[in-house]
């Protein structure tokens, strides 16, 4: 799944160099570096319990490229620490957990004026890494694959600076085993955070 997902956005990418115009008057190019609030909205598939995944503040980069004023692509980068328990009456934690969704966005941007807000969607390859198990023997976190929607505003300092407000919705679920020592316990997660970015970008 891994290698397929890296040849999509490769595909993509070449896809994007090809049909692009060689001479236009728009910058093709945009960066952006945004401090991100990732908010999970966590559902599960336990009775007795429920999983909580921790709030995290973190730096994003993004790239995007325009295939012509209105159509883009977005790529973020960003990965975040959450801390994971089981609301018991004792409660259990589950230590924490990386998460990096590299996520890859169509998106329409609306022009004229200084605000341009702009609507998308994508697809991401969640990764699960540097895993602290908290009070149990051992946690594993299935990778998985997600999509993504998304909106925001970017509002133009100059020519070449602007500001930005970014609002994203990741669907995303994993598979957790969880080694109680007793035993695995299957645990199927839904994260689906809301992703709040504010920023600061530059056209290229």
């Known amino acids: ?108 941007h609306f022009t004229g004026g200084t605000v341009k807000p702009y609507l998308g969607a994508g697809i991401n390859y969640t990764f699960f890494y540097g895993i602290d198990e908290g009070d149990v023997v051992d946690m594993d976190y299935d990778d998985a694959v997600g999509f993504s929607m998304q909106g925001g505003l970017d509002f133009d300092l100059s020519d070449y600076w602007f500001l930005n407000l970014d609002l994203k919705k990741l669907l995303l679920k994993t598979d957790v085993k969880v080694d109680t020592g007793d035993g695995i316990l299957p645990v199927k997660v839904d994260i689906n955070p809301w992703i709040i970015g504010v920023g600061v970008g530059v056209k290229f």
């Open 1 to 108: 799944m891994k290698k397929l997902l890296l040849s999509v956005i490769v595909i993509m990418l070449i896809s994007i160099s090809a049909i692009a115009q060689e001479k236009s008057d728009f910058n093709k190019w945009q960066a952006r570096l945004r401090v991100i609030t990732i908010i999970p909205d966590v559902s599960d598939d336990l009775d007795a319990a429920s999983v909580d995944v921790s709030t995290a503040v973190v730096p994003e980069l993004d790239f995007t490229y325009f295939f012509d004023e209105n159509w883009a692509a977005e790529l973020i980068l960003a990965t975040a620490k959450h801390n994971v328990d089981v609301d018991l009456e004792t409660g259990i934690d589950l230590g924490h957990v990386w998460i990096l969704p590299p996520t890859l966005s169509l998106q329409y």
